[in-house]
């Protein structure tokens, strides 16, 4: 996974700038042309220490966390090692 450069942007906002769009595009988030469209947003949320999550939004959805994929595969690892530890794994119901 590369690293990206944290850049200050204004008085109270910091930003990370992608240097290559190829996930953007790929993710339908880059218009025909290659650009954002306008009024593109992206909601971040700090799910801890140095640890963040960035949601874009499609057609006005933003997608919770059970949606996303990597943090399904996180659940399922945490799920699996709690099971096969001799761990009890906790019940839905």
Same mark, same amino acid.
């Given at each position: ?7 200050? $942007? ?5 930003? $990370? ?19 954002? +469209?306008?009024? &593109? ?9 140095? &640890? ?17 994929? +990597? $943090? ?10 709690? &099971? ?5 794994? +906790?019940?839905?119901?």
């Amino acid at each position: 996974m590369p690293h990206r450069q944290l850049r200050k $942007i204004g008085t109270d906002s910091v930003g $990370i700038v992608l240097e290559r769009s190829d996930f953007l595009e790929r993710d339908g988030i880059l218009d025909d042309e290659g650009d954002l +469209p306008e009024n &593109t947003t992206a909601f971040t949320e700090r799910l801890g220490e140095r &640890t963040y999550l960035v949601r874009v939004p499609e057609d006005g959805h933003v997608p919770e966390l059970h949606e996303c994929a +990597p $943090i399904r595969r996180v659940a399922g690892q945490l799920y699996l090692e709690n &099971t096969t530890s001799g761990g009890e794994a +906790p019940r839905a119901d």
